[in-house]
């Protein structure tokens, strides 16, 4: 079975502040991570991925995040943040088999002050 | 590349009648097809997996019989939900896998459903 853990379900900082959202995945198989933005009424738009390739992955937007086994992490970081960030991110683990969907962590919203 | 359709965005409806939500994958064939119910202010939750041709696995706690999915053809999904309840408001997602070099999934914009 897989799961990711979002540490944090609200996270605030200002603008021009490094934001640092956190995930943690359980995966009996190698994982396959990913982080979705989703603003308000809106369907999920895709970060970021990590498929077993390198583990500093970039993504849209000035975000990256980095795969650590050790640590079973998959934390999205971004150096400045921008009020338009501001938004519901959400943590997804699946595996690499066919069929498989992906599993969604309970989310961080993110807000973002001048 | 990778789009999937969903419709309709939004709809409301009675208590006791029903309401169908289409995915259409528009550039590629979608194999199995993955439907979410998201409540406000909460994470996507996995109601079910629908395979073409074969009958969709639902997870635990999802009615099967309330939730319709049919996947009969590998371009179109729906989920069908019977006797809709106001319980039942909530945000539908489906999502397609991505079987390709760039490995991923593909999500519909998603339906409102306000059951009044």
């Known amino acids: 079975a897989q799961s990711v853990t979002q540490l944090g379900s609200h996270v605030s900082v200002s603008e021009g502040a490094l934001v640092l959202l956190r995930c943690n995945y359980s995966s009996s198989v190698p994982p396959y991570l990913f982080w979705y933005v989703q603003y308000p009424n809106q369907g999920l738009q895709l970060l970021l991925k990590y498929t077993s390739a390198a583990t500093l992955v970039k993504g849209i937007n000035g975000f990256e995040a980095e795969f650590k086994k050790s640590e079973t992490s998959f934390h999205l970081t971004k150096p400045s943040a921008h009020m338009s960030d501001a938004a519901e991110y959400f943590c997804?683990?699946?595996?690499?088999?066919?069929?498989?969907?992906?599993?969604f962590g309970k989310g961080t919203t993110l807000s973002v002050s001048s | 590349g990778a789009v999937v359709s969903q419709h309709p965005s939004w709809v409301i409806c009675k208590s006791g009648t029903s309401v169908k939500i289409e995915c259409r994958s528009l550039d590629f064939q979608a194999t199995t097809m993955f439907w979410y119910r998201q409540f406000p202010k909460q994470s996507l939750m996995l109601m079910a997996t629908?395979?073409?041709?074969?009958?969709?696995?639902?997870e635990q706690g999802v009615e099967k019989d309330k939730f319709l999915i049919n996947h009969a053809s590998l371009t179109l999904s729906t989920l069908t939900v019977t006797s809709a309840h106001p319980e039942d408001s909530s945000f539908y997602i489906c999502?397609?896998?991505?079987?390709?070099?760039?490995?991923?999934?593909?999500f519909g914009s998603g339906t409102r459903l306000t059951v009044v």
């Open positions: 999502s397609a896998g991505v079987q390709s070099a760039n490995y991923g999934y593909t």
């Open positions: 629908s395979n073409e041709g074969s009958k969709a696995t639902y």
């Open positions: 997804a683990v699946s595996s690499n088999q066919a069929g498989t969907a992906l599993i």
